[in-house]
């Protein structure tokens, strides 16, 4: 019998056609599955799994163990792959693509690859949307390995496995309808399992520590050989070596309802209330197209936004406890007006501003001359040491346009002049000039 087996085997590899595929896709064996079951399920009616079994040198398809990795060349497969595409990247963010020594920049829209990595600097941000719009939020300071990305128009995610060797990621993932169909998170401290759900997962370099928070439906996180479920609400956290912490009730949404916020030329102030339990919060900031534009962490109920362009905006807020669990989150939205121009200064009813010729030197003194204004009937020449002219050290009015200053110690000064009104009080300022006296030699 398994002579015949290793004949048959040796005419179907010899029937396999000559040509090089140009690139393989990988499929991960779960428990009860085979080649007959993986073709069936992946492959084109010209291709069988005896076909599949050579091309992975496989002797014996009924007992491939659990996790086998099969390759399967692409033009074999009779759904489309769907890419994982990039949506948009806040900020910078590196790509190094499978097998290339050299990274490149992150931009919008681009497709990613099994192998691929992403690394993010501070204050970036990188999200990532799969072929059933489930998303992925890489934050700041991440480095995230894509180890395998299988994605079909029609059918969503079938086996996604990634490796967030630090900073912190976002998941919000369709309900997978396939026992299947996996999606995973690996840390150095553990793995996360996820059959659709609101969950995030951080992996801190400088404490070796993992932590996942659920907000929506359950994710299943094996370390140290213990594998616990940590429901909706709940968070847990995992020291590299050990087991999962017995999961712990996460803070519960800060009150958004009574946020005051203040505009000023520097940016946007929002504060809110204090949050029971909070040692921190952190917060996101999003525009009308839902896309991040600032993002962080405050020690304080409180947060100095930059200057924002006039339009909607949606503020998510959560409390993060004493272990570092981060709780739900509180939406609010707000509108940004235009900033008013400041009014253009308008000159004093009456009288308009005389202008302040350059002035000129000679052994006479300083020549200083202004330009004739209607309805003035006198001009007030001022000398100042301060460019404000609130320290006025000479002053002598004037109803020509022009006079002499005798000449000046060493030092900097400040020279204007007011027109006076006829009319009425009203005065009016020139230009100023500042003027430098060197000193003595």
Known sequence: MIRFATTFLLLVLTTLPTQAWSEDWTYRIHEGENLTIVAERFLKSDFTPEQLQVYNNIIKDR????????????????EVLAGV??????????LLRRGERETIPLVDNTLLNAGDKIVTPDGSLVS??????STLLIGEKSEVVFDALSSFHGM????TRIRLQRGRVENRIKPIPKQEHRYEIHTPAAVTVVRGTDFRVSSGAEDDLTRSEVTEGAVTITAGGETVLVEQGEGTLIEKGGPPAPPRKLLQRPDLGAVTLQ??????TLEWSQLAGAAAYRYQLSDNRKRVVTGGSTAENRVQLPLLPA?????????IDELGLEGFNAYREFSLQPA???PEPVAPAGVTAPTLLQPRFSRHGIHIQWSPVDNAWAYRLLLASDVEMRDVLFSRLAEDHGFILQPLPPGRYFIA???LSADNDDRSLSNIYQIEIPAWR
């Open 63 to 78: 007992e491939i163990p659990i996790g086998t990795e099969i390759r399967v060349p692409i033009d074999w497969l009779k």
């Open 85 to 94: 595409k990039v949506n948009y990247v806040l900020g910078s963010a590196s």
């Open 128 to 133: 990532l949307q799969f072929a059933d719009n």
């Open 156 to 159: 969503g995610m079938v086996d």
């Open 263 to 268: 505009t000023a030329l520097a940016g946007v």
């Open 311 to 319: 339009g909607d905006y949606r503020i998510a807020v959560r409390g």
């Open 340 to 342: 008013e121009s400041p």
């Open 417 to 419: 002049v007011e027109a």
